[in-house]
């Protein structure tokens, strides 16, 4: 989940006088709602429709890893993701995440975002095609975030090597125009990058230790 850092956060924080809905209070965190209250919300509200044609900011990271897609993409799916999102100095890990479905693993499934700093958001699958790709949504960030993206979708693709798995993992913010715009930009070209290629490293070391480690 995205977190902007200082000065930005400053000049956002002016701009909610501009983006009035865009800075409303989360869904489940308003005053006196109750932790049922709230994860039954988390539950029933409605994930964001991803726009095809509509203006996102992206950013892409790559690696080569020695596992096959067919092994890569399962282990990424259910993989704790406090193992693998530990964060930088400008980004908060991951601390833990609550399931909101029954089940982990398939379109439809949800589950909510705690980082360290305690801030939250939801997040959702929306596709798997085995041993090619996985996308999932995230929203509802209770952080600044939410004063310059309405949602962000991540998205994981496999290519198989002759080694095992060249994996791509691309995050798009669909912002919230004028006048956050240009800080969501800044943001994602910097801070953003940081945290995914952090990211994608550790998901390197993990999966490695973990699908390639010799049998007993």
Known sequence: MPRL????VT?????CGVLLGACATPVGYASGTSVAERDSLHRSTVAPTVEPEASFIAHTVE???AVPPGRLLPWLVN?????????????????RTDALSPSWGSPGARRRVVLRDGNTSLEELLVIEEDR?????????TNEARRAVQYAVGEFRFTPTATGTHLSWTYRFRGNGWPTEGFLETFVAEDFAGYMQVGIRNIQAESERDLTALPN
């Not at 000049?11 to 701009?15: N, R, T």
């Not at 993989?79 to 601390?95: D, M, N, Q, S």
């Not at 790709?133 to 960030?141: A, D, T």
């Open 5 to 8: 850092a200082a000065p930005a």
């Open 11 to 15: 000049l956002l924080s002016l701009a």
């Open 63 to 65: 690696v080569d890893i």
């Open 79 to 95: 993989v704790p993701l406090e193992r693998i999102l530990l964060g930088t100095e400008k980004i908060a890990g991951i601390e």
């Open 133 to 141: 790709r996985f996308q999932y949504v995230v929203w509802n960030f």
